[in-house]
């Protein structure tokens, strides 16, 4: 009893909870990943059309909906009922997060896959059915490629929105966290595609990447400037992340290891005063995934005893 008090009194003693909450970062990560990888191979197609052969594009354009996918698996185990996922699908609630994501998995999907098998015709001569749809969607390549920049940049900015409408959890509840959740998705995006592309792509890559860091630094500052300079429970919540029980995590994985240290590399690489070292996208993709569990799991300790 004593213990409880204390925790309720003290903001930084990190509360008794029965579960480490991992389902719903996940989902978050890899939904904002899918999101991202969208974006930036549709917008290369948009830019270029001989874009489809480069092959980080055509690796991000087919995991994109993989990696969705995915993600919605986790999100499947957290909901209570899963047999009744379903009923999402059987009305649209306009003042409802949770509607419109599920409505906008309709639009990503069959644009996405169909992205992916044109990017990939050349590996698919064997079923008639899907060749002939192939050739009829082709020719429309750069239209539908428009359609999911603006279905990806939805998906990534909607990870972000679900959370911050939970109003029972003030440190979730900022109009800022679905800027922050969609540059940190592009910009691991940018990683994933970095990682896997040609050895000549990669300083193309490494100032995509850079730029969008420093948005996501910039969406980061945000965040926490208007936490700490608002009332009442946002800003006790603020006070919480980052001067808490979570505030080394938060402090070294994210803001050090995952924003500041790759925006030096990357910076240093594309003055051609450092070699490219892969060490550079891992910390993007950690402090990326880091962002996730921090913020859900702190959201949820705090409001435990708020």
């Known amino acids: 009893m004593t213990e409880i008090i204390s925790n309720k009194l003290n903001p930084y003693v990190y509360p008794n909870l029965d579960i480490w909450h991992y389902e719903i970062p996940l989902y978050l990560f890899l939904g904002g990943l899918a999101g991202g990888l969208l974006i930036l191979s549709s917008g290369m197609i948009l830019f270029k059309k001989e874009s489809i052969e480069n092959k980080a594009v055509r690796w991000a354009t087919l995991l994109s909906p993989v990696i969705l996918s995915i993600g919605m698996l986790f999100l499947l185990l957290d909901l209570e009922f899963k047999i009744h996922f379903w009923r999402f699908y059987t009305a649209f609630i306009f003042t409802s997060p949770m ?14 896959v169909m992205q992916a098998l044109i990017v990939f ?10 060749l002939k749809t192939i050739k009829i969607t ?15 940049t939805g998906i990534g900015v909607y990870t972000g929105v679900l959370l911050s409408t939970f109003y029972a959890r003030p440190l979730w509840n900022s109009s800022v966290l ?12 940018a990683a994933v595609m970095l990682i896997i592309c040609n ?35 946002f800003h006790d919540a603020m006070v919480y992340l980052i001067s808490g029980t979570y505030a080394a995590w938060f402090w070294v994985l994210f803001i050090l290891c995952g924003l500041i240290i790759p925006l030096l590399l990357e ?7 450092v070699r490219y070292s892969p060490l550079v996208p891992l910390l993007v993709i950690i402090g990326s995934l880091s962002l996730r569990f921090i913020i859900v799991n702190a959201g949820q300790s705090f409001s435990t005893f708020y």
């Open 199 to 233: 050895s000549g792509d990669k300083r193309t890559f490494l100032k995509v990447d850079m730029y969008l860091i420093s948005l996501e630094g910039f969406a980061a500052t945000l965040f926490i400037i208007g936490g700490v300079t608002s009332a009442g429970a």
């Open 178 to 189: 679905g800027f922050l959740f969609l540059l940190s998705g592009i910009s691991t995006a």
């Open 267 to 273: 910076t240093l690489e594309v003055l051609n005063k």
């Open 99 to 112: 509607s419109w994501g599920a409505w906008m998995l309709l639009i990503f999907y069959p644009f996405s």
């Open 138 to 152: 082709e020719p429309h390549l750069q239209k539908i490629a428009v359609v999911n920049v603006h279905i990806g």
């Open 121 to 130: 015709k050349d590996y698919i001569n064997f079923y008639p059915f899907i």
